[in-house]
């Protein structure tokens, strides 16, 4: 569906001096844009000057050169992450553009400083074609301590992501994959365990087979889950398929270990868990079909899969997208802890294992505070990205990708 376009001068007050300001508070907040660069050193006279620039600069560049592990020490290169797009996938807003795309990684950057003390530069590309962006972003790595690919379409995101890492020896992080999946396994272990529960005891299904979807299956088949199904617009996405694209024929043979196969709603009947990433709309018949004491988390935006009213009949635990329901899945929660850790300890990527205790330590914020209505910490929780910080960081070290 198309977004409705929007003149933020098309309702405007005229102001003093009959100049027009929009009537939009977006819009407003929006003007000029939401960032700037501030210095950390003064610049007030000569002396400053020629220490901060030539010829001062030139000793440090030489020490550099002559020990390039320096550079983590002089710049700002350990405290910085690019957060890179191509404007493919954004928001529900599907293919905008670079230009377009900038207000979202912007907003990015922000809450990287916000919530996790992260620098962050938006880079908005315009490029599509898979080799072209990886050699880019590849060029672009010696300036950033870390890189966020963000709103980059399926399954173009899955092959930029893994060559990336491939190339560079600074971690590489596809937030619509990974921040997604650590918070909902961090709700998913809270919800288990309020329902007398571990995650060996679920069977999960999962609606949307795209960036969010196959990375949730993978994280809670590593975290021990009983069994995960996942399914895309034509059922089950199970290995007798012959339609199957080569991420999708991969994600089939580590999950369906029940080996189900067909629609949606019959993989929901006796389902324990329902996670949704990809929008449309489950009938209540089918819901009704699920697991006593189900846990629902209905992802999409701005409308759920599943709607809470209807959820909370069937459901123990409902969780969404959405900040005006109890229990919101969001990516906040996540990355600017992962990636204030994997920098404080200069990691060459983000393992499975970072992952895995990130979702762990998000969990314990609320451990002691668990209910139906509380299985994961609000964004604005002052303990979950010290908390997730460092739990990223030692678990960097224990598997080795620590450099110091």
Known sequence: MAAEIVNPRSESTAGEGGTDEPFDPAFALHRGGKMAVRATVPVRDKDDLSLAYTPGVAKVCSAIAEQPELVHDYTWKSQVVAVVTDGSAVLGLGDIGPEASLPVMEGKAILFKQFGGVDAVPLALDCRDVDELVDTVARLAPSFG??????????????????????????????????????????????????????????????????????????????????????????????????????????AGFTNKAGLSGSLESALNGADVFIGVSGGTIPEPAVATMAKDALIFAMANPTPEIHPDVAHKYAAVVATGRSDFPNQINNVLAFPGIFAGALQVRASRITEGMKLAAAEALAAVVADELSAECVIPSPFDERVAPAVTAAVAEAARRDGVARR
């Open 146 to 251: 870390g890189i966020n690919l963000e709103d980059i379409s399926a399954p173009r995101c899955f092959e930029v992501e893994r060559r990336l890492q491939e190339r560079v020896d600074i971690p590489v992080f596809h937030d619509d994959q990974h921040g997604t999946a650590v918070v909902t396994l961090a709700a998913l272990r809270n919800a288990a365990k309020l329902t007398g529960r571990g995650l060996a005891d679920l069977r999960a299904v999962i609606s949307g087979a795209g960036a969010a979807g196959v990375a949730i299956a993978r994280i809670l088949v590593e975290a021990g889950i009983g069994d995960v199904a996942v399914c895309d617009r034509k059922g089950v996405v199970s290995a007798d398929r012959e339609d199957l694209t080569e991420v999708k024929r991969e994600l």
